[in-house]
């Protein structure tokens, strides 16, 4: 009895091992495994059957215990290895076509946005923050602007706050209750360094940082973790000092995922994404790292993927496992600048064309990591394509004014 029950526990092991493990297996390697296990339990059972004529106590729970066997080597055929091999195919990805709405102006260089509700926050370049209601969305206009000494350059929204990455004018914390009269609550500054990328988790801001000499050449990056607990006196709790310029960053469940760039005036060999515990703020910890081919302008985070906008296009990247990220998927067009991705469709916007007169965003559905598929363009006037963002039925794109699309 010991004997069968070592066996069994072995070979369920040995299952589950190959299945997290090598996870760079084929799916068709996974398959013959899966057979060759179920195969192997049936001879079990039929041995068994032959040396225990007589159905005693250790006959029968020996041959419970095979047939057991049996049904797992079933069920990692099943869910480990038909979905890689059979294509699903996502309907209604197909029904998006997507229309432009209108160009709304803002008065600066409008960089990002952050929509929540009826509202649009703006990070606006050298005009600070600009507050749009988008409400109805025919009708939008300016309710509220705050300037900041700086060039917003990315924003992140969180309860009644905008925190905005205001590049060498720092990290600024704006009170946006009244959105008719936002204003400057707290900030943090540090001359000489310019915050790039931000996002915001509980009370911790994260903030990605590049440090110049005075010939403008880059001698530091990385990353800092500013408390934020106190609006009015946020301070520094800890610093990640990365190995090449970063770039953008996404806290999602205790780990910060950051795009860094080793390059050379923005030309880059390759870039990496780079995976921080962060679950102690206070001690960020790398964990993982994935290469990728070019330079890599954003970063969107979903469940157990992290979907980059490169120079080449969109790489998804799968992060189930932090500390060995590997690429999933591809889908190569043109140099993407931002991407967005709900409901397993990812919306690509593109730096613009040479020579066109015309920008342009490919929806692609990404159901199947390994295999993205192309379903349908928008396009709209043209412009410097920065970042994207998805709020209900509508596409906010910046690319120095705000472009506003309907899905």
């Known amino acids: 009895m010991a004997v069968l029950v070592i066996i069994f526990t072995v070979m369920l092991v040995i299952g589950f091992f190959i299945k997290t493990s090598f996870s760079w297996l084929l799916p068709l390697d996974l398959l013959t495994f899966s057979i060759i296990f179920m195969i192997i339990s049936i001879v079990l059972i039929f041995v068994n059957l032959r040396k225990n004529r007589k159905r005693t106590v250790a006959f029968i729970i020996s041959s419970v215990s095979f047939f057991v066997l049996m049904i797992v080597s079933i069920f990692l055929l099943v869910f480990y290895t038909l979905p890689s091999i059979i294509k699903v195919h996502y309907e209604p990805a197909e029904e998006i ?139 520094l709790a800890a610093e990640y000092i990365t190995d090449s310029r970063s770039e953008k960053i996404v806290v999602f469940k205790d780990y910060a995922f950051v795009i860094c760039n080793n390059d050379e005036n923005y030309k880059s060999i390759e870039s990496e994404l780079q995976i921080i515990d962060i679950s102690i703020p206070k001690k960020p910890d790398i964990v993982g790292r994935c290469s990728i081919d070019g330079y890599t302008f954003n970063l969107f985070i979903a469940e157990d993927y992290a979907y980059t906008a490169s120079e080449n296009g969109l790489y998804i990247i799968d992060i189930s496992d932090k500390k060995k990220p590997a690429i999933a998927g591809k889908f190569l067009s043109y140099a993407a600048a931002g991407i967005f991705v709900e409901d397993d469709i990812a919306y690509i916007i593109y730096f613009p064309p040479e020579g066109g007169d015309e920008n342009s965003m490919h929806i692609v559905d990404v159901f199947l990591k390994k295999d993205p598929e192309f379903i349908n363009s928008m396009f709209y006037p043209y412009g410097y394509n920065t970042n994207i963002f998805i709020e209900g039925d509508y596409i906010y794109i910046t690319d120095d004014d705000v472009q506003i699309l309907e899905k």
């Open 97 to 235: 076509m997507g229309d432009y709405i209108k160009t709304f102006n803002t008065p600066g260089e409008a960089s990002n946005i952050f929509v929540e509700k009826n509202y649009g926050y703006i990070a606006d370049g050298s005009s600070g923050l600009q507050i749009i209601d988008v409400v109805p969305i025919e009708d939008t206009y300016i309710a509220g602007s705050c300037d900041t000494d700086g060039k917003a350059s990315d924003i992140f929204v969180q309860n009644n706050f905008a925190y905005i990455a205001d590049r060498d004018g720092g990290l600024k914390i704006i009170d946006i209750s009244d959105k008719e009269n936002p204003y400057i609550i707290g900030s943090y500054c540090i001359p000489g360094l310019r915050f790039t990328s931000i996002s915001v988790e509980k009370d911790n801001v994260y903030v990605t940082y590049q440090k110049f000499d005075e010939d403008c050449n880059l001698t530091e990056s990385g990353i800092q973790i500013i408390d934020a607990s106190s609006k009015e006196k946020p301070f």
